[in-house]
Nanobody, 115 residues
């Protein structure tokens, strides 16, 4: 069963950047479309970006032009570069498969955008 470990979150000011990483266990990673999700306080989990096994990307409208998803299949890792962060993007960020059935959710990584 896949294990997902997110890292790279932190406290940043509006307009700043962060790069998140997600390390995945298992040999099927390179065959699986992967995604980043986020869950803000009191809200449901939201799809942010997806990456196909070959690296083709898709984004939620709210992050287009500011976020970039990428993956390194040799390292079983998927990344999320986040630029021009906004306070309303404060959330716990998770990675997982891009569609059900999902793997077990990791602990996520907290991103706080505040001045």
């Amino acid at each position: 069963q896949v294990q997902l470990v997110e890292s790279g979150g932190g406290l940043v000011q509006p307009g700043e950047s962060l790069r998140l990483s997600c390390a995945a266990s298992g040999t099927l990673f390179r065959l699986a479309p992967m995604a980043w999700y986020r869950q803000a306080p009191g809200k449901g989990r939201e799809l942010v970006a997806t990456a196909s096994p070959a690296g083709s990307a898709a984004y939620a409208d709210s992050v287009k032009g500011r976020f970039t998803i990428s993956r390194d299949n040799a390292k079983n890792t998927v990344y999320l570069q986040m630029n021009s962060l906004e306070p309303e993007e404060t959330a716990v960020y998770y990675c997982n498969y891009a569609s059900p059935p999902f793997g077990p959710w990791g602990q996520g990584t907290q991103v706080t955008v505040s001045s």
